[in-house]
């Protein structure tokens, strides 16, 4: 029986450094509206790109505790391209809203259940990112 492989936990860098692995990660993936989302807004786990994500990122640096911000960063990434994505994307980019409530719960689902390998040692607890270690984080939703 094969063994589980241990998840370090999170030891997130300077506010500085996460924005730039941010940054870098959305440039890499060529990530655009319409595109899916790990952890956009802390209390969902998958959603669709409204805006590019240098918005989102100076949203998080401007508007955003400074305790938080390196959280934010460091989760706030682009879901890989899969087929179900991709259409997702396209469906987008082309204002078929007939079609893109379907695809995005098709693809959404998939990024989810696919969550823990392109999210390592991720906070999140089903409900919010501000978890675990992080908790104390979370006071001032309360």
């Known amino acids: 029986m094969p063994t589980k492989k241990k998840v ?3 030891k997130l860098r300077s506010i500085k450094e996460e924005t ?3 940054r870098e990660a959305f440039r890499e993936a060529g990530s655009k509206p319409g595109d899916l989302t790990y952890h956009c807004h802390h209390g969902i786990l998958v959603e669709v790109l409204e805006e590019p994500a240098s918005v989102r990122i100076a949203y998080i640096l401007s508007d955003k505790a400074t ?3 390196a959280l934010r960063l460091r989760l706030f990434r682009p879901v890989p391209r899969t087929r179900a994505n991709a259409k997702l994307a396209d469906l987008w980019d082309h ?5 893109f409530e379907k695809a995005e719960v098709s693809a959404s689902s998939s990024a989810s259940r ?3 390998q392109n999210c390592p040692g991720c ?3 089903g409900a ?3 978890a675990g270690d ?3 984080l979370d006071d001032w939703l309360r």
């Open 20 to 22: 730039r692995a941010c």
């Open 67 to 69: 305790a938080e911000k």
């Open 114 to 116: 696919a969550h823990k």
């Open 123 to 125: 906070s999140w607890d």
């Open 8 to 10: 370090e936990p999170l």
């Open 134 to 136: 992080f908790a104390s």
């Open 128 to 130: 919010t990112i501000f």
């Open 95 to 99: 204002d078929d809203w007939r079609f």
